[in-house]
T-cell receptor, first 112, second 114 residues
Framework: DAGVIQSPRHEVTEMGQEVTLRCKPISGHDYLFWYRQTMMRGLELLIY????????DSGMPEDRFSAKMPNASFSTLKIQPSEPRDSAVYFCASSLYRGEQYFGPGTRLTVT | AQSVSQHNHHVILSEAASLELGCNYSYGGTVNLFWYVQYPGQHLQLLLKYFSGDPLVKGIKGFEAEFIKSKFSFNLRKPSVQWSDTAEYFCAVIFGGATNKLIFGTGTLLAVQP
């Protein structure tokens, strides 16, 4: 398996623009997680899905953030409108139940 | 509240020194325990995990960790570090119950000087 795939790897956008991050989990994994990592706040869980259904979105910072998982092999994290404070590395991870999480390479987002 | 504590935020060692990074968690029930490593500019990778059985767990690259239930601890050790071990290390826990949520510690930044 190719592991967790994320795209794009880098994204630079202007404040107010919509940003969409994409993730393909490992085949067979039924859990998918979105994290955000910054120097100030460390690693934060934003949301996670089980069998394509959102289970816990308590980490989503505000209504500007939304995540979807239309099928078992694809998820998106959308920020609309984006703000400079959203600049971070966004990781996607997948796992089986109570198993280790496999992380993708991350998307480095810069909002100017 | 369920939490994971890593008391060492920044550790500096010379090559060949021994390493021990502390990890404590706040829950007396069943836990699944993990250590992840993040090399500069890279994503998190699993070093080792504990689910049950032998409380001394061996992972990749010569790392090991010991689960001490009475102390709610899962400390990471390596007898002799190398410059290539320079990275950030995260302890993480899945607490008991019907959850798959991984709670991470704040991380320990290890710098190994040649």
């Amino acid at each position: 398996d190719a592991g967790v795939i994320q795209s794009p790897r880098h994204e630079v956008t202007e404040m107010g623009q919509e940003v969409t991050l994409r993730c393909k989990p490992i085949s067979g994994h039924d859990y998918l997680f979105w994290y955000r990592q910054t120097m100030m706040r460390g690693l934060e869980l934003l949301i996670y899905f089980n069998n394509n259904v959102p289970i816990d979105d308590s980490g989503m910072p505000e209504d500007r953030f939304s995540a979807k998982m239309p099928n078992a092999s694809f998820s998106t994290l959308k920020i609309q409108p984006s703000e400079p404070r959203d600049s971070a590395v966004y990781f996607c991870a997948s796992s089986l139940y109570r198993g280790e999480q496999y992380f993708g390479p991350g998307t480095r987002l810069t909002v100017t | 509240a369920q939490s994971v504590s890593q008391h060492n935020h920044h550790v500096i060692l010379s090559e060949a020194a021994s390493l021990e990074l502390g990890c404590n968690y706040s829950y007396g029930g069943t836990v699944n325990l993990f250590w992840y490593v993040q090399y500069p500019g890279q994503h998190l990778q699993l070093l080792l995990k504990y689910f049950s059985g032998d409380p001394l767990v061996k992972g990749i690259k010569g790392f090991e960790a010991e689960f001490i239930k009475s102390k709610f601890s899962f400390n990471l050790r390596k007898p002799s570090v190398q410059w290539s071990d320079t990275a950030e290390y995260f302890c993480a826990v899945i607490f008991g119950g019907a959850t798959n949520k991984l709670i991470f510690g704040t991380g320990t930044l290890l710098a190994v000087q040649p």
